[in-house]
């Protein structure tokens, strides 16, 4: 069959039933309604059933959105299982005043629909849809879909894979929620960083005092924190946080024009750390100062400030544990001590990133058929989120090659306002699932099938 010409034929309606999965708020955080959630879920099993998915459960955990499991059976013994994943949940429109549409009316754009998470997740929940659409409901490998419906607020969803493992069995996983570095260029994600927080406080004086009166002497709570903050990083901007692991990156990056613009960088400013973009991003150490508890400027009074404490976000190579990172910037700031001052750390929550082996066969069928979803080679890049829950399948399926591509974009907008999603972003992700399913089902019958985690 001529896969680009099918789903060209097929393009109006998913498109079509994309827009009205994206109509609907279907939000996972507190204080929203759950009814749209479930209108979402609801909606999605009408779809898969109506591509012709006959084995459609839903998994129930506690506190958490339902998460839609279906099955499709290998069409013969010989063929491989490939276990497809998205989430039908979005992120909330923040602020809509800076939407130039109503988050939840798909409005069209140069080529494309704009609505909060029409990118981040639906598109890609829509392309395995239309992978389905194109196959007839008969792919030719085994399929296991599972769709989460509380991705963006964090689920009990993340840690459980590993203990129901056998529904997950599979031998290699589409994790789409994921898209291209740039509109066009194929690109499969190859390394997500590792995350961890830290909080840093200072108490010097009970309470605040006159600054003619003691300032010069007494310990200055926010003085020392500045200190402490800036021994984080050279002059030149890179980490100086000893121990935190920091390799060449040998994938693509975006051009520095494009981080420019994506990173909504003022003309004129520099850039801080050295190496390429893709080492500072990817496969390096990056600490961002995300809150301090300070006087405000408007309500500062003259006095010396008592106390003073910041929140840092900690970004680490892929591959690193983030205990040890975390250990690593705990350690630093408490032996800097600022004018002799000790400084209280507090490490919070951290999450493992995560780097697929990229050497087997479904990365093999994975090029060449992104290749054929895009018309140029496929790229290798990384990505700076964390998705908690591709550890958990790992962790079940640890056989499974795990494969990161889909129809987002990084210029899609996604958790921004005026989120969009490009339809040629679409049909290439479409086409490149479906013809992987083809290129890896031939290739494990070529070696006989069989070494999967069936
Ligand atoms: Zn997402």
């Not at 939407?99 to 939840?104: I, L």
């Not at 040998?250 to 050295?274: C, H, K």
């Not at 001590?337 to 929550?349: Q, R, Y």
Request: contains cysteine; hydrophobic residues 40%.
């Amino acid at each position: 069959m001529d896969l680009a010409a099918t789903v060209d034929s097929l393009m109006d309606r998913l498109t079509a039933d994309l827009a009205k999965l994206a109509e609907i708020p279907s939000i996972a955080f507190p204080g929203y309604p759950e009814s749209e959630v479930h209108r979402a879920h609801d909606l999605l099993v009408e779809l898969l059933r109506d591509a012709g998915v006959e084995h459609i459960e839903r998994i129930d955990l506690p506190d958490t959105s339902p998460v839609i499991y279906a099955e499709i059976p290998p069409p013969t013994p010989d063929a491989p299982t490939v276990l497809l994943y998205g989430h039908y949940d979005v992120q909330p429109p923040g602020d809509e005043s800076l939407w130039k549409s109503a988050p939840f009316e798909p409005t069209p754009i140069e080529g494309g629909l704009r609505a909060r998470g029409i990118a981040d997740d639906k598109s890609n929940v829509m392309a395995h849809i239309g992978m389905l659409r194109a196959y007839g409901g008969r792919p030719p490998t085994g399929i296991k879909i599972v769709l989460e419906g509380q991705e963006e607020y964090g689920s009990a969803f993340d840690d459980y894979p590993p203990t129901d493992a056998r529904r997950f069995a599979c031998d290699a996983m589409v994790i789409a929620d994921m898209g291209n570095l740039r509109p066009g260029t194929p690109t499969l994600t190859t390394g997500l960083r590792g995350v961890a927080e830290v909080v840093v406080e200072v108490r010097t004086l009970a309470e605040a005092r006159h600054s003619g009166e003691f300032g010069g002497a007494a310990p200055d709570a926010l003085l020392a924190l500045i200190q402490a903050l800036a021994s984080l990083h050279d002059p030149a901007g890179d980490v100086t946080v000893e121990g935190l692991r920091r390799e060449p990156w040998d994938g693509a990056s975006y051009t520095e024009e494009e981080f420019r613009s994506l990173a909504t960088v003022r003309d004129g400013m520099p850039l801080i750390g050295t190496g390429s973009l893709g080492e500072r991003l990817w496969s390096g150490p990056a600490v961002t100062v995300i809150g301090m508890d300070t006087p405000t400027v408007d309500g500062a009074a003259s006095a010396v400030v008592p106390y003073a404490r910041a929140k840092l976000n900690l970004r680490v190579h892929p591959l690193q544990d983030p205990k040890e990172a975390t250990d690593a910037l705990v350690r630093h700031l408490r032996e800097h001590k600022p004018f002799g001052i000790e400084l209280t750390v507090t490490p919070s929550d951290a999450g493992p990133g995560f780097e697929p082996a990229t050497d087997g066969p479904a990365y093999r069928a994975a090029r060449t058929a992104l290749r054929e979803g895009w018309g140029e080679e496929a790229q290798f890049a990384a990505s700076g989120g964390s998705i908690p829950l591709v550890n958990g399948l790992a962790k079940a399926v640890p056989q499974a090659e795990v494969l990161l591509f889909g129809a987002q974009d990084s210029m899609c907008n996604l958790h921004a306002p005026n989120e969009r999603v490009l339809f040629s972003e679409l049909r290439g992700a479409v086409i490149a699932e479906a013809a992987f399913l083809r290129e890896y089902a031939a290739g494990f019958r070529a070696a006989g099938g069989g070494g999967g985690a069936r």
